[in-house]
């Protein structure tokens, strides 16, 4: 009996710490927000000053002009499948937001967010959960 107990317990408890499925909403102008809420959910303090830089920096870039509407819908819909997927907060939406910001500020290869983000779509779909 202690031992269906002790099962039940361990169960429950992984179940509990497992990462939730986040739905961005179709709104580009709360993504920011959202992306760093997600984050920012279960992290310590000194991870959180870690990110924070970078979604700043993310944040400044996307209420921009210099990432398209266009790729603002590809990122929000990518960004619900690596959710779906079950990808985690930190690191990979992270990686996300930095290879973003990279792209975007090369202004030779500033063009390149939408098929950049489209090729993310292999590796989003063979993740395993």
Do not use: C
Not at 13 to 26: I, R
Not at 41 to 67: A, E, G, M, R, V
Not at 88 to 115: C, H, K, M, W
């Amino acid at each position: 009996m202690r031992k269906i107990l002790t099962l039940i317990l361990l169960l429950s408890l992984g179940h509990s710490f497992a990462q939730k499925n986040y739905e961005f909403s179709n709104y580009s102008d709360k993504y920011p927000f959202e992306l760093k809420e997600f984050v920012f959910t279960n992290l310590s303090k000194d991870k959180k000053k870690k990110i924070q830089p970078i979604l700043s920096d993310f944040t400044l870039l996307w209420q921009s002009d210099t990432i398209s509407a266009k790729a603002k819908k590809l990122i929000i819909a990518y960004s619900n499948m690596m959710s779906q997927n079950r990808f985690r907060a930190n690191p990979s939406f992270v990686y996300l937001a930095q290879g973003i910001i990279a792209i975007a500020r090369d202004t030779d290869n500033r063009n390149n967010i939408e098929p950049w983000i489209k090729s993310l779509n292999y590796y989003i779909r063979r993740k395993k959960t």
